[in-house]
């Protein structure tokens, strides 16, 4: 970079410089997820619960993790989660991290910041850090325990993709897909992939063989 500020880790990484967004919470809670009537007459395979965002910070730009309730699968859509219907309901803490750079100051009255040549905030020691320290990766629609134990049930992010209408209120050959996750009690991971036929909402049914998709984990502090 011509100017400001860069800093590297001992593998040469970039873990901050002027132009990277650098994330911080700016809300946390626990989350209901108990509404079972939300569209498509209530007969719906999930439960829903929706995330308060506050409102300066429900752009596009905004991430969201959760603690997985152990024995339940469950799904994180943006601002969004679903509970398998057939397991009930279930309470789910949330947080909410937004870039740094339309977050206000600290204002702390010591410490680190550090602002880049357009006047954003690029840095600012008074915030908490979204930092991944893991990530793991689960394909297709076979269920699976995922290469890894979170004994400790650390705060994750799910993020999925594939080939049929892996979004929210999209569907493509009549079919859209879901990822669902589960904290068991041994401390290990399992992941599954559900599809629906259609409507923008999860069912309770494995996919068939002409179904892909992949979802990180990625695993936070």
């Known amino acids: ?29 626990t989350l209901a997820v108990d509404n079972p009537n939300w569209g498509f007459g209530g007969n719906q395979g999930a439960y829903r619960g929706i995330i308060n965002v506050p409102t300066a910070y ?29 397991e009930g309901s279930t309470s789910v803490p949330y947080k909410v991290f937004a870039p740094l750079d339309i977050v206000s100051p600290s204002g702390d009255a010591y410490g680190l910041q550090i602002f880049n040549a357009s006047g954003a905030l690029v840095f600012d020691s008074g915030r908490t850090t979204f ?10 629609e076979i269920p699976q325990t995922i290469a890894y134990t979170n004994p400790g049930n650390k705060w994750v992010s799910v993020t999925t993709g594939g080939d049929k209408g892996l979004i929210q209120d999209g569907s493509a050959d009549g079919r859209v897909v879901t990822g669902y996750v589960r904290q068991n009690s041994d401390g290990t991971v399992s ?7 259609s409507g923008p909402f999860p069912n309770n049914g494995d996919v068939g063989s002409g179904t892909t998709c ?8």
């Open 58 to 86: 429900s752009g596009d730009s905004t991430v969201f993790a959760y603690t997985l309730p152990v024995g339940r699968w469950v799904s994180l859509w943006k601002d969004t989660v679903y509970a398998l219907r057939s």
């Open 214 to 221: 992949n979802a990180v984990i990625m695993e936070i502090t």
């Open 191 to 197: 992941a599954k992939v559900l599809a629906y036929m």
């Open 131 to 140: 930092n991944v320290v893991s990530n793991h990766l689960f394909t297709n």
């Open 1 to 29: 970079m011509a100017y400001g500020i860069e800093i590297k880790n001992s593998s040469d990484e970039t873990i901050l410089d002027g132009t990277s967004p650098v994330y911080t919470e700016v809300a946390s809670g």
